[in-house]
Protein backbone atom coordinates (compact mmCIF):
# COMPACT_ATOMS: atom_id res chain seq x y z
CA UNK A 1 0.00 0.00 0.00
CA UNK A 2 1.07 3.38 -0.66
CA UNK A 3 2.68 5.26 2.17
CA UNK A 4 1.02 8.54 3.20
CA UNK A 5 2.55 12.00 2.22
CA UNK A 6 4.09 13.66 5.33
CA UNK A 7 2.35 16.56 6.86
CA UNK A 8 4.46 19.35 7.03
CA UNK A 9 3.45 21.26 10.46
CA UNK A 10 4.88 23.95 12.32
CA UNK A 11 4.02 22.11 15.69
CA UNK A 12 2.34 19.13 16.60
CA UNK A 13 1.07 18.80 19.74
CA UNK A 14 0.43 15.20 22.03
CA UNK A 15 -2.93 14.82 24.35
CA UNK A 16 -6.39 16.24 24.38
CA UNK A 17 -6.67 16.69 27.78
CA UNK A 18 -6.18 20.43 29.82
CA UNK A 19 -2.41 21.00 28.56
CA UNK A 20 -2.86 19.77 24.63
CA UNK A 21 -6.42 21.45 24.32
CA UNK A 22 -5.38 25.03 25.68
CA UNK A 23 -1.68 24.49 24.05
CA UNK A 24 -3.47 23.90 20.70
CA UNK A 25 -5.53 27.17 21.07
CA UNK A 26 -2.19 29.30 22.52
CA UNK A 27 -0.46 27.61 18.73
CA UNK A 28 -3.52 27.40 16.29
CA UNK A 29 -5.56 31.00 17.24
CA UNK A 30 -2.85 33.40 19.29
CA UNK A 31 0.28 32.65 17.29
CA UNK A 32 -1.41 31.16 13.84
CA UNK A 33 0.98 28.37 13.32
CA UNK A 34 0.03 25.61 11.59
CA UNK A 35 -0.90 22.84 14.18
CA UNK A 36 -2.47 19.86 14.82
CA UNK A 37 -3.63 17.64 17.85
CA UNK A 38 -3.43 13.86 18.12
CA UNK A 39 -4.90 11.60 20.62
CA UNK A 40 -5.48 8.10 20.74
CA UNK A 41 -8.85 8.39 22.21
CA UNK A 42 -11.89 9.17 20.10
CA UNK A 43 -13.06 12.30 21.74
CA UNK A 44 -11.19 14.92 23.68
CA UNK A 45 -11.12 14.90 27.89
CA UNK A 46 -7.31 12.88 28.70
CA UNK A 47 -7.67 11.66 32.12
CA UNK A 48 -11.60 12.60 31.79
CA UNK A 49 -11.70 10.97 29.10
CA UNK A 50 -11.08 7.50 30.27
CA UNK A 51 -11.78 7.73 34.13
CA UNK A 52 -15.42 7.26 33.74
CA UNK A 53 -16.00 5.27 36.56
CA UNK A 54 -18.77 5.64 39.15
CA UNK A 55 -17.89 8.02 41.23
CA UNK A 56 -15.20 9.65 39.37
CA UNK A 57 -15.16 12.68 40.05
CA UNK A 58 -12.00 15.88 40.92
CA UNK A 59 -11.40 16.70 43.89
CA UNK A 60 -9.74 20.18 43.52
CA UNK A 61 -12.80 22.95 44.00
CA UNK A 62 -14.19 23.28 39.69
CA UNK A 63 -13.50 26.67 40.38
CA UNK A 64 -9.84 26.14 40.18
CA UNK A 65 -10.52 23.86 38.42
CA UNK A 66 -10.44 25.03 35.18
CA UNK A 67 -8.86 27.34 32.51
CA UNK A 68 -8.89 30.93 33.63
CA UNK A 69 -6.57 32.44 30.08
CA UNK A 70 -10.47 33.54 28.99
CA UNK A 71 -12.39 35.74 30.80
CA UNK A 72 -15.65 34.95 29.00
CA UNK A 73 -15.38 31.43 28.90
CA UNK A 74 -14.71 31.82 32.68
CA UNK A 75 -18.04 33.88 33.16
CA UNK A 76 -20.06 31.30 30.87
CA UNK A 77 -19.07 27.87 31.86
CA UNK A 78 -21.27 27.42 35.57
CA UNK A 79 -20.15 24.92 37.71
CA UNK A 80 -22.47 22.86 39.51
CA UNK A 81 -20.83 21.24 42.41
CA UNK A 82 -17.66 22.02 44.74
CA UNK A 83 -16.00 19.03 43.19
CA UNK A 84 -17.19 18.72 39.17
CA UNK A 85 -18.04 15.03 38.56
CA UNK A 86 -16.27 13.28 35.11
CA UNK A 87 -19.12 13.91 32.88
CA UNK A 88 -19.02 17.57 33.88
CA UNK A 89 -15.75 18.20 32.83
CA UNK A 90 -15.72 16.26 30.01
CA UNK A 91 -18.19 18.79 28.97
CA UNK A 92 -16.45 21.52 29.70
CA UNK A 93 -13.35 20.67 27.90
CA UNK A 94 -15.56 19.34 24.86
CA UNK A 95 -17.08 23.08 25.09
CA UNK A 96 -13.45 24.89 25.19
CA UNK A 97 -12.63 22.54 21.71
CA UNK A 98 -15.80 23.67 20.27
CA UNK A 99 -16.33 27.45 21.52
CA UNK A 100 -12.27 27.92 20.48
CA UNK A 101 -12.43 26.02 17.19
CA UNK A 102 -9.65 23.35 17.77
CA UNK A 103 -11.43 20.18 16.60
CA UNK A 104 -10.45 20.98 13.08
CA UNK A 105 -7.08 20.66 13.80
CA UNK A 106 -7.49 17.06 16.02
CA UNK A 107 -6.33 13.81 14.58
CA UNK A 108 -8.35 11.58 17.07
CA UNK A 109 -8.41 7.95 17.29
CA UNK A 110 -4.56 7.72 16.38
CA UNK A 111 -1.63 6.86 18.76
CA UNK A 112 1.38 8.27 18.02
CA UNK A 113 4.17 5.78 18.00
CA UNK A 114 7.53 7.15 16.99
CA UNK A 115 9.13 10.86 17.53
CA UNK A 116 12.21 11.09 16.08
CA UNK A 117 14.44 14.24 16.21
CA UNK A 118 15.95 14.75 12.98
CA UNK A 119 19.59 16.23 12.77
CA UNK A 120 18.84 16.90 8.99
CA UNK A 121 16.29 18.99 9.39
CA UNK A 122 16.20 20.03 12.44
CA UNK A 123 12.36 19.02 13.04
CA UNK A 124 10.61 16.24 14.71
CA UNK A 125 9.59 13.27 12.50
CA UNK A 126 6.43 11.63 14.03
CA UNK A 127 4.49 8.30 12.86
CA UNK A 128 1.30 6.86 13.85
CA UNK A 129 -0.45 3.74 14.51
CA UNK A 130 -2.41 4.96 11.15
CA UNK A 131 0.15 5.24 9.02
CA UNK A 132 0.54 8.98 9.25
CA UNK A 133 3.68 10.71 8.89
CA UNK A 134 3.96 13.94 10.24
CA UNK A 135 7.26 16.62 9.73
CA UNK A 136 7.06 19.11 12.85
CA UNK A 137 9.28 21.97 14.19
CA UNK A 138 8.01 21.33 17.38
CA UNK A 139 6.79 19.26 19.66
CA UNK A 140 4.60 19.82 22.66
CA UNK A 141 3.44 16.81 24.76
CA UNK A 142 0.50 16.60 27.14
CA UNK A 143 0.61 13.21 27.51
CA UNK A 144 -0.42 13.01 31.24
CA UNK A 145 0.44 11.83 34.73
CA UNK A 146 -1.35 9.39 35.59
CA UNK A 147 -2.61 8.04 32.34
CA UNK A 148 -0.82 5.23 31.22
CA UNK A 149 -2.93 2.22 33.66
CA UNK A 150 -1.27 -0.37 35.52
CA UNK A 151 -3.07 -3.64 36.00
CA UNK A 152 -1.44 -6.19 38.10
CA UNK A 153 -1.25 -9.57 36.03
CA UNK A 154 -3.01 -11.77 38.63
CA UNK A 155 -2.95 -15.54 37.27
CA UNK A 156 -6.41 -17.12 36.22
CA UNK A 157 -8.06 -14.19 34.81
CA UNK A 158 -9.25 -15.93 31.93
CA UNK A 159 -11.00 -18.44 33.96
CA UNK A 160 -13.20 -16.05 35.86
CA UNK A 161 -16.88 -16.25 34.64
CA UNK A 162 -17.61 -12.17 36.05
CA UNK A 163 -16.34 -8.96 34.34
CA UNK A 164 -13.48 -7.34 35.21
CA UNK A 165 -13.15 -4.08 34.55
CA UNK A 166 -10.24 -1.19 35.00
CA UNK A 167 -11.57 2.36 36.69
CA UNK A 168 -8.74 4.11 34.07
CA UNK A 169 -10.41 2.22 30.79
CA UNK A 170 -13.80 2.33 32.02
CA UNK A 171 -16.26 1.28 29.38
CA UNK A 172 -19.22 4.13 27.93
CA UNK A 173 -22.08 2.18 28.56
CA UNK A 174 -23.90 2.52 31.95
CA UNK A 175 -23.54 -0.74 34.09
CA UNK A 176 -26.18 -2.14 36.66
CA UNK A 177 -24.62 -3.27 39.56
CA UNK A 178 -27.45 -3.56 41.52
CA UNK A 179 -27.73 -6.87 43.93
CA UNK A 180 -24.20 -7.68 42.32
CA UNK A 181 -21.74 -8.71 43.92
CA UNK A 182 -18.68 -6.47 43.32
CA UNK A 183 -14.76 -6.32 44.54
CA UNK A 184 -12.31 -3.54 44.18
CA UNK A 185 -8.81 -3.87 43.85
CA UNK A 186 -6.93 -0.69 45.35
CA UNK A 187 -7.99 1.92 47.61
CA UNK A 188 -5.99 5.32 46.19
CA UNK A 189 -8.31 8.33 45.45
CA UNK A 190 -10.23 6.06 42.33
CA UNK A 191 -10.68 2.90 44.99
CA UNK A 192 -11.96 5.43 47.62
CA UNK A 193 -14.65 7.22 44.78
CA UNK A 194 -15.82 4.01 43.66
CA UNK A 195 -16.17 2.17 47.13
CA UNK A 196 -17.84 5.08 48.17
CA UNK A 197 -20.16 5.47 45.27
CA UNK A 198 -21.09 1.67 45.15
CA UNK A 199 -21.53 0.66 48.21
CA UNK A 200 -24.97 1.59 48.42
CA UNK A 201 -26.19 -0.06 45.25
CA UNK A 202 -24.26 -3.21 44.98
CA UNK A 203 -25.34 -6.42 46.56
CA UNK A 204 -22.22 -6.93 48.03
CA UNK A 205 -18.90 -5.04 47.87
CA UNK A 206 -15.33 -6.50 48.77
CA UNK A 207 -12.64 -4.53 49.49
CA UNK A 208 -9.12 -6.00 48.96
CA UNK A 209 -6.99 -3.77 50.23
CA UNK A 210 -3.45 -3.01 50.59
CA UNK A 211 -2.48 -0.02 52.35
CA UNK A 212 -5.08 1.63 54.37
CA UNK A 213 -4.85 5.51 53.81
CA UNK A 214 -5.83 8.46 55.56
CA UNK A 215 -9.32 10.36 54.14
CA UNK A 216 -10.61 13.01 55.29
CA UNK A 217 -14.41 14.05 54.17
CA UNK A 218 -15.01 15.97 50.95
CA UNK A 219 -17.89 17.86 52.05
CA UNK A 220 -19.19 18.75 48.55
CA UNK A 221 -22.10 20.46 48.22
CA UNK A 222 -23.75 22.30 45.03
CA UNK A 223 -22.43 25.84 44.37
CA UNK A 224 -24.21 29.20 44.02
CA UNK A 225 -23.11 30.92 40.09
CA UNK A 226 -23.68 34.11 41.84
CA UNK A 227 -20.66 32.77 43.89
CA UNK A 228 -18.25 32.17 40.31
CA UNK A 229 -19.89 35.68 39.24
CA UNK A 230 -17.63 37.26 41.82
CA UNK A 231 -14.49 35.42 41.09
CA UNK A 232 -14.88 36.26 37.19
CA UNK A 233 -14.86 39.63 38.46
CA UNK A 234 -11.65 39.56 39.57
CA UNK A 235 -10.53 36.72 37.49
CA UNK A 236 -6.72 37.71 36.60
CA UNK A 237 -6.12 38.78 40.37
CA UNK A 238 -7.75 35.84 41.98
CA UNK A 239 -5.69 33.37 39.67
CA UNK A 240 -2.65 35.28 40.20
CA UNK A 241 -3.15 34.85 44.01
CA UNK A 242 -3.66 31.29 43.24
CA UNK A 243 -0.69 30.43 41.23
CA UNK A 244 1.56 32.13 43.67
CA UNK A 245 0.48 29.57 46.48
CA UNK A 246 2.42 26.26 46.85
CA UNK A 247 -0.30 23.75 45.57
CA UNK A 248 -2.45 26.12 43.57
CA UNK A 249 -5.78 25.30 45.25
CA UNK A 250 -8.54 27.64 46.02
CA UNK A 251 -7.91 27.52 49.78
CA UNK A 252 -5.44 29.74 51.86
CA UNK A 253 -2.31 27.82 52.77
CA UNK A 254 -0.79 27.56 56.66
CA UNK A 255 1.68 29.43 57.75
CA UNK A 256 2.01 28.48 61.41
CA UNK A 257 3.67 24.71 61.76
CA UNK A 258 1.45 22.27 64.36
CA UNK A 259 3.58 22.44 66.95
CA UNK A 260 3.89 26.23 67.38
CA UNK A 261 0.62 26.44 68.60
CA UNK A 262 -1.20 24.77 71.89
CA UNK A 263 -2.91 20.89 71.35
CA UNK A 264 -6.31 22.45 71.70
CA UNK A 265 -5.82 25.07 69.17
CA UNK A 266 -4.15 22.19 66.77
CA UNK A 267 -7.18 20.33 67.92
CA UNK A 268 -9.37 23.58 66.86
CA UNK A 269 -7.29 23.44 63.30
CA UNK A 270 -8.19 19.98 61.92
CA UNK A 271 -11.46 19.99 63.76
CA UNK A 272 -12.12 23.16 61.55
CA UNK A 273 -10.86 21.62 58.14
CA UNK A 274 -12.35 18.54 58.66
CA UNK A 275 -15.83 19.83 58.64
CA UNK A 276 -14.35 22.19 56.05
CA UNK A 277 -13.31 19.34 53.74
CA UNK A 278 -10.96 18.98 51.10
CA UNK A 279 -7.61 16.49 51.28
CA UNK A 280 -5.36 19.48 50.35
CA UNK A 281 -6.47 21.75 52.47
CA UNK A 282 -6.26 19.01 55.73
CA UNK A 283 -2.49 18.68 54.87
CA UNK A 284 -1.49 21.95 53.59
CA UNK A 285 -4.54 24.38 55.11
CA UNK A 286 -3.59 23.50 59.00
CA UNK A 287 -0.30 23.88 59.34
CA UNK A 288 2.91 24.24 57.06
CA UNK A 289 4.81 21.33 58.18
CA UNK A 290 2.21 18.38 58.26
CA UNK A 291 4.67 17.21 54.96
CA UNK A 292 7.35 17.81 56.44
CA UNK A 293 7.71 17.36 60.46
CA UNK A 294 7.36 14.32 61.67
CA UNK A 295 6.03 15.52 65.01
CA UNK A 296 3.45 17.37 63.11
CA UNK A 297 2.72 14.77 60.75
CA UNK A 298 1.99 12.24 63.76
CA UNK A 299 -0.42 14.71 65.13
CA UNK A 300 -2.52 15.24 61.84
CA UNK A 301 -2.29 10.82 62.00
CA UNK A 302 -3.88 11.14 65.31
CA UNK A 303 -6.84 13.04 64.52
CA UNK A 304 -7.63 11.34 61.39
CA UNK A 305 -7.65 8.26 63.17
CA UNK A 306 -9.24 9.31 66.09
CA UNK A 307 -12.43 10.55 63.49
CA UNK A 308 -12.00 6.67 61.43
CA UNK A 309 -12.54 5.03 65.16
CA UNK A 310 -15.60 6.85 65.66
CA UNK A 311 -17.24 5.61 62.39
CA UNK A 312 -15.82 2.43 62.10
CA UNK A 313 -17.67 0.97 64.21
CA UNK A 314 -17.22 -2.85 63.50
CA UNK A 315 -13.92 -3.53 65.09
CA UNK A 316 -12.76 -5.75 62.62
CA UNK A 317 -13.28 -3.41 59.57
CA UNK A 318 -11.79 -0.38 62.00
CA UNK A 319 -8.55 -2.47 62.13
CA UNK A 320 -8.37 -3.38 58.58
CA UNK A 321 -8.92 -0.04 57.34
CA UNK A 322 -6.82 2.41 60.33
CA UNK A 323 -3.67 3.69 58.79
CA UNK A 324 -0.35 3.93 60.50
CA UNK A 325 1.76 5.02 57.85
CA UNK A 326 3.12 8.55 57.52
CA UNK A 327 0.06 10.53 55.99
CA UNK A 328 2.41 11.40 53.17
CA UNK A 329 0.89 10.18 49.98
CA UNK A 330 -1.36 12.45 47.94
CA UNK A 331 -3.87 13.43 50.05
CA UNK A 332 -7.46 11.66 49.70
CA UNK A 333 -11.09 13.09 50.33
CA UNK A 334 -14.12 11.52 50.01
CA UNK A 335 -17.53 11.35 49.91
CA UNK A 336 -18.25 9.48 53.26
CA UNK A 337 -16.05 6.33 52.44
CA UNK A 338 -15.66 5.53 56.02
CA UNK A 339 -19.55 4.81 56.22
CA UNK A 340 -19.41 2.97 53.38
CA UNK A 341 -16.77 0.50 54.67
CA UNK A 342 -19.01 0.42 57.79
CA UNK A 343 -22.01 -1.17 55.80
CA UNK A 344 -23.27 -4.37 56.74
CA UNK A 345 -22.73 -5.34 52.41
CA UNK A 346 -18.88 -4.14 52.91
CA UNK A 347 -16.46 -6.24 53.85
CA UNK A 348 -12.62 -5.72 53.79
CA UNK A 349 -9.69 -8.21 52.82
CA UNK A 350 -6.61 -7.36 54.14
CA UNK A 351 -3.97 -8.33 51.17
CA UNK A 352 -1.15 -7.77 53.72
CA UNK A 353 -2.03 -10.20 55.75
CA UNK A 354 -3.99 -12.53 52.77
CA UNK A 355 -2.80 -11.78 49.60
CA UNK A 356 -4.37 -12.55 46.24
CA UNK A 357 -3.58 -16.15 44.66
CA UNK A 358 -5.70 -16.13 42.19
CA UNK A 359 -8.62 -15.74 39.86
CA UNK A 360 -10.92 -18.72 39.92
CA UNK A 361 -14.15 -19.40 37.71
CA UNK A 362 -16.11 -17.57 40.40
CA UNK A 363 -13.86 -15.00 41.85
CA UNK A 364 -10.81 -14.24 43.55
CA UNK A 365 -9.40 -16.22 45.61
CA UNK A 366 -6.76 -14.79 48.40
CA UNK A 367 -4.86 -16.69 50.98
CA UNK A 368 -7.35 -16.77 53.16
CA UNK A 369 -10.41 -17.89 51.00
CA UNK A 370 -12.34 -17.64 47.52
CA UNK A 371 -14.62 -14.14 47.29
CA UNK A 372 -17.06 -14.97 44.69
CA UNK A 373 -18.10 -12.12 42.32
CA UNK A 374 -19.93 -11.08 39.43
CA UNK A 375 -17.62 -8.23 38.47
CA UNK A 376 -13.73 -6.95 40.03
CA UNK A 377 -12.66 -3.83 39.62
CA UNK A 378 -9.19 -2.70 39.30
CA UNK A 379 -8.59 0.24 41.11
CA UNK A 380 -4.70 -0.28 40.91
CA UNK A 381 -3.39 3.32 39.77
CA UNK A 382 -1.36 4.01 37.15
CA UNK A 383 2.05 3.47 35.74
CA UNK A 384 2.74 7.67 36.75
CA UNK A 385 4.84 10.00 35.56
CA UNK A 386 6.77 8.79 33.08
CA UNK A 387 4.37 5.73 31.65
CA UNK A 388 3.31 7.52 28.73
CA UNK A 389 6.64 8.59 27.61
CA UNK A 390 8.05 5.56 27.73
CA UNK A 391 5.13 3.84 25.86
CA UNK A 392 6.28 6.50 22.85
CA UNK A 393 9.45 5.46 20.99
CA UNK A 394 10.83 9.55 21.10
CA UNK A 395 14.44 9.87 19.95
CA UNK A 396 16.12 13.05 20.32
CA UNK A 397 19.98 13.79 18.92
CA UNK A 398 22.32 11.22 18.49
CA UNK A 399 19.77 8.96 18.36
CA UNK A 400 19.17 8.62 21.96
CA UNK A 401 15.85 7.13 23.24
CA UNK A 402 13.86 9.25 26.01
CA UNK A 403 13.47 5.81 27.83
CA UNK A 404 17.42 5.57 27.83
CA UNK A 405 18.03 9.20 29.19
CA UNK A 406 15.46 8.70 31.69
CA UNK A 407 16.36 4.98 32.99
CA UNK A 408 17.21 6.52 36.05
CA UNK A 409 14.25 8.51 36.57
CA UNK A 410 12.79 11.18 34.28
CA UNK A 411 15.17 14.25 33.91
CA UNK A 412 14.38 17.51 32.43
CA UNK A 413 14.46 21.02 32.89
CA UNK A 414 11.96 23.10 34.67
CA UNK A 415 9.81 19.37 33.81
CA UNK A 416 9.20 21.03 30.68
CA UNK A 417 12.58 20.05 28.38
CA UNK A 418 15.09 17.44 28.56
CA UNK A 419 18.84 17.45 27.48
CA UNK A 420 19.28 16.23 23.69
CA UNK A 421 15.59 16.95 22.73
CA UNK A 422 15.19 20.04 20.90
CA UNK A 423 12.28 22.04 20.16
CA UNK A 424 10.35 19.78 22.34
CA UNK A 425 8.03 20.75 25.49
CA UNK A 426 6.56 18.45 28.00
CA UNK A 427 3.15 20.54 29.76
CA UNK A 428 3.54 19.10 33.22
CA UNK A 429 6.19 16.90 32.37
CA UNK A 430 8.29 15.38 35.34
CA UNK A 431 10.38 16.59 37.33
CA UNK A 432 7.54 19.73 37.56
CA UNK A 433 5.42 21.07 39.85
CA UNK A 434 3.44 18.94 42.54
CA UNK A 435 0.20 21.01 42.44
CA UNK A 436 -3.71 21.37 41.15
CA UNK A 437 -3.03 20.79 37.60
CA UNK A 438 -5.39 23.15 35.55
CA UNK A 439 -4.21 26.83 36.42
CA UNK A 440 -0.27 25.77 35.95
CA UNK A 441 -0.90 23.98 32.91
CA UNK A 442 -2.06 27.11 31.42
CA UNK A 443 0.61 28.59 32.55
CA UNK A 444 3.62 26.30 31.46
CA UNK A 445 1.43 26.65 27.93
CA UNK A 446 1.74 30.47 28.31
CA UNK A 447 5.59 30.04 28.19
CA UNK A 448 6.03 27.73 25.40
CA UNK A 449 3.77 29.60 23.55
CA UNK A 450 5.91 32.78 23.81
CA UNK A 451 8.80 30.60 23.61
CA UNK A 452 7.90 29.42 20.54
CA UNK A 453 7.26 32.61 19.25
CA UNK A 454 10.25 34.01 20.28
CA UNK A 455 12.05 31.35 18.80
CA UNK A 456 10.56 32.00 15.42
CA UNK A 457 10.88 35.94 15.18
CA UNK A 458 14.44 35.19 15.74
CA UNK A 459 15.27 33.47 13.05
CA UNK A 460 15.94 30.12 15.56
CA UNK A 461 16.64 26.74 14.91
CA UNK A 462 16.75 24.95 17.64
CA UNK A 463 16.25 25.57 21.25
CA UNK A 464 16.88 23.00 23.38
CA UNK A 465 17.72 22.36 27.58
CA UNK A 466 21.64 22.20 27.99
CA UNK A 467 23.03 18.73 30.05
CA UNK A 468 24.25 21.26 32.66
CA UNK A 469 20.63 23.02 33.55
CA UNK A 470 18.64 19.58 33.38
CA UNK A 471 21.02 18.55 36.06
CA UNK A 472 21.07 21.58 38.19
CA UNK A 473 17.37 21.38 38.26
CA UNK A 474 16.90 17.51 38.84
CA UNK A 475 19.49 18.50 42.19
CA UNK A 476 17.07 21.30 43.30
CA UNK A 477 14.38 18.92 42.63
CA UNK A 478 16.08 15.95 44.76
CA UNK A 479 17.33 18.72 47.92
CA UNK A 480 13.83 20.21 48.15
CA UNK A 481 12.26 16.44 47.99
CA UNK A 482 14.45 15.20 50.49
CA UNK A 483 13.26 18.08 53.02
CA UNK A 484 9.58 16.51 52.61
CA UNK A 485 8.23 13.34 54.16
CA UNK A 486 6.47 12.29 50.64
CA UNK A 487 9.73 10.63 49.53
CA UNK A 488 10.18 8.07 53.21
CA UNK A 489 7.17 6.23 51.73
CA UNK A 490 6.66 4.26 48.30
CA UNK A 491 3.99 5.16 46.37
CA UNK A 492 3.46 6.23 43.09
CA UNK A 493 5.37 9.66 43.47
CA UNK A 494 8.48 7.97 43.84
CA UNK A 495 7.78 5.13 40.93
CA UNK A 496 7.62 2.69 43.70
CA UNK A 497 4.58 1.85 42.85
CA UNK A 498 5.53 -0.42 39.77
CA UNK A 499 7.68 -3.46 40.42
CA UNK A 500 11.32 -3.20 38.54
CA UNK A 501 10.75 0.98 37.99
CA UNK A 502 13.61 2.75 39.18
CA UNK A 503 12.89 4.68 42.40
CA UNK A 504 13.11 8.46 40.79
CA UNK A 505 12.60 12.26 42.05
CA UNK A 506 9.40 13.11 39.95
CA UNK A 507 8.69 16.15 40.96
CA UNK A 508 9.22 19.88 41.91
CA UNK A 509 7.68 20.67 45.46
CA UNK A 510 9.20 23.82 46.16
CA UNK A 511 5.79 25.48 45.03
CA UNK A 512 4.22 27.03 42.03
CA UNK A 513 5.06 30.54 43.38
CA UNK A 514 8.75 29.56 42.95
CA UNK A 515 8.46 27.39 40.17
CA UNK A 516 7.03 30.06 38.05
CA UNK A 517 9.79 32.34 39.18
CA UNK A 518 12.38 29.79 37.66
CA UNK A 519 10.60 29.26 34.76
CA UNK A 520 10.22 33.21 34.38
CA UNK A 521 13.85 34.15 35.15
CA UNK A 522 15.44 32.01 32.41
CA UNK A 523 12.87 33.08 29.67
CA UNK A 524 13.82 37.01 30.78
CA UNK A 525 17.31 36.40 30.46
CA UNK A 526 17.46 35.07 27.01
CA UNK A 527 16.03 31.84 28.08
CA UNK A 528 18.92 30.90 30.72
CA UNK A 529 19.34 26.72 30.67
CA UNK A 530 18.82 26.43 27.13
CA UNK A 531 21.24 26.34 23.96
CA UNK A 532 19.72 28.06 20.89
CA UNK A 533 21.00 27.71 17.18
CA UNK A 534 20.30 30.34 14.74
CA UNK A 535 19.52 29.22 11.39
CA UNK A 536 22.47 30.27 9.49
CA UNK A 537 24.99 28.56 12.25
CA UNK A 538 22.88 25.22 10.94
CA UNK A 539 22.97 25.70 8.03
CA UNK A 540 26.94 26.76 7.11
P1 LIG B 1 -3.06 4.95 43.45
O1 LIG B 1 -3.17 6.10 44.36
O2 LIG B 1 -1.71 4.56 42.95
O3 LIG B 1 -3.75 3.73 44.16
C1 LIG B 1 -3.64 2.42 43.63
C2 LIG B 1 -4.22 1.44 44.61
O4 LIG B 1 -4.11 0.13 44.08
C3 LIG B 1 -3.50 1.43 45.94
O5 LIG B 1 -4.43 1.20 46.95
C4 LIG B 1 -2.55 0.26 45.77
O6 LIG B 1 -2.14 -0.33 46.98
C5 LIG B 1 -3.41 -0.69 44.98
N1 LIG B 1 -2.60 -1.67 44.27
C6 LIG B 1 -1.72 -1.43 43.27
N2 LIG B 1 -1.16 -2.59 42.87
C7 LIG B 1 -1.68 -3.56 43.64
C8 LIG B 1 -1.47 -4.96 43.73
N3 LIG B 1 -0.60 -5.58 42.93
N4 LIG B 1 -2.18 -5.64 44.64
C9 LIG B 1 -3.05 -5.00 45.45
N5 LIG B 1 -3.28 -3.69 45.43
C10 LIG B 1 -2.61 -2.97 44.54
O7 LIG B 1 -3.98 5.15 42.15
P2 LIG B 1 -5.35 5.95 42.01
O8 LIG B 1 -5.88 5.69 40.66
O9 LIG B 1 -6.24 5.66 43.14
O10 LIG B 1 -4.93 7.43 42.13
C11 LIG B 1 -3.86 7.92 41.34
C12 LIG B 1 -3.95 9.38 41.21
O11 LIG B 1 -5.00 9.69 40.29
C13 LIG B 1 -4.30 10.12 42.43
O12 LIG B 1 -3.21 10.44 43.20
C14 LIG B 1 -5.00 11.33 41.89
O13 LIG B 1 -4.09 12.36 41.65
C15 LIG B 1 -5.63 10.89 40.63
P3 LIG B 1 -0.78 0.22 47.73
O14 LIG B 1 -1.19 1.54 48.31
O15 LIG B 1 0.27 0.36 46.65
O16 LIG B 1 -0.45 -0.80 48.74
Redesign the pocket.
Known amino acids: TARKPVLTLDALVLGAGFSGLVMLHKLQNKLGLDVRLIDKADGVGGTWYWNRYPGARS?TESWVYCYSFDPQLYRDWKWTERYPRQAEILSYLEHVSDRFDLRKNMILSTAVTQAHFNEATNRWDVETDKGDRISAKFLITGLG??SAP?K?P?PGEERFQGRVLQ??NWPKEPIDFRGKRVGV????????QVVSELAGEVGHLTL????P?YSVPAQNHPIDPAFLDTIADQLDGYFDRVRKSATVFAFQEATVGAMEVSAEERERVFEKAWNDGGGFNFMFGTFNDIATNRESNAAACDFIRRKIAQVVTDPAKREAVMPTDLYA??PLCDNHYYEAINRPNVSVVN?RKS??VEFTEKGLRTAEGEVELDYLIF????D?VTGNFVRIDFQGRNGVKLKDHWANGPRAFLGLSAAGFPNMFSLYGPPGPFTNQPPAIEWQAEWVSEAIRAVNARGIDTIEATPEAEQAWLDECSRIEQMTLFHKI???VSGA?IPGKAKAVSFYMGGFGEYMKHADNSARNDYQGYRLTLAKAAAA
Request: charged residues 15%; without cysteine.
Open positions: DLLNPFTAIGNGSTGVFQRTQRRLPIATGFADWWN
